[in-house]
């Protein structure tokens, strides 16, 4: 089946630095990639959607400038978190969906857990 | 009020108990309905999905929509220990990639 890769699955990194998540379609090519957050014992949020070679839409609330997310390919999605803080610490998901897949057709990530020290 | 509402649990029950996981929408423009499976610190993985109302089985689970109640239900046939992980449903509407998910129910299958 299909897999969706996610690098690194764990990630500590000090307060002010940036810090790149990066997601790949590993046997398919994924116009579009999701990234969202889990906070522990809660549901996922989707904080943008990323599609090949254009701009990615962020949800409300989410910060364009602290969340920086490029989709360059069509298997390469990378979200760039900026001048983390320690509130940034959480588990970061991507899924795919690509192109003349059904409509159930999205697979998740493995998740980056970050924490911010 | 929340697009889709999930109870949390924890939800315990013997193994082989039969489960019933269940969530509510608001949504009426949600067409495809899917339950993911998530063990600890990991992504969710795909059990289920179901295109509009009807029920839909693949081996020990059962997949239920309800559209004119905005209900859907996964049951688990002959519950296992190894069934023990977070049951989160999702949905969205006919075009949109993106997912809408309930904030997952947590089981456990005591051996």
């Known amino acids: 089946g299909a897999v969706v890769s996610q690098h690194p699955s764990r990630v500590i990194c000090k307060s002010g630095t940036s810090v790149k998540i990066e997601c790949r379609s590993l046997?398919?090519?994924?116009?579009?990639m999701f990234w969202y957050r889990q906070f522990p014992k809660q549901s996922l949020m989707l904080m943008a959607t990323?599609?090949?070679?254009?701009?990615?839409?962020?949800e409300q609330g989410v910060e364009k400038d602290k969340f920086l997310i490029n989709h360059a390919s069509l298997t390469l999605s990378t979200l760039t978190v900026t001048s983390a803080h320690p509130e940034d610490s959480s588990f970061y998901i991507c899924?795919?969906?690509?192109?003349?897949?059904?409509?159930?057709?999205?697979?998740f990530g493995e998740g980056s857990w970050l924490t911010v020290v | 009020q929340k697009e889709v509402e999930q109870d949390p649990g924890p939800l315990s029950v013997p193994e082989g108990a039969i489960v019933s996981l269940n969530c509510t929408y608001s949504n009426s423009a949600f067409q495809y309905f899917m339950w993911y499976r998530q063990y600890s610190r990991k992504g969710p993985e795909l059990l289920m999905y179901?295109?509009?109302?009807g029920n839909k089985e693949d081996g020990r689970f059962t997949a239920q929509v309800d559209k004119s109640s905005k209900y859907i239900s996964l049951f688990i046939r002959d519950s296992q220990p190894s069934d023990s992980a977070t049951y989160l449903c999702a949905m969205k509407g006919m075009g949109r990639r993106a997912l809408t998910f309930g904030s997952g129910t947590r089981l456990q299958v005591q051996p």
């Open positions: 899924s795919a969906s690509f192109a003349g897949g059904f409509e159930n057709t999205i697979y």
């Open positions: 046997d398919f090519q994924a116009t579009t």
């Open positions: 179901t295109y509009s109302s």
């Open positions: 990323s599609n090949e070679g254009s701009k990615a839409t962020y």
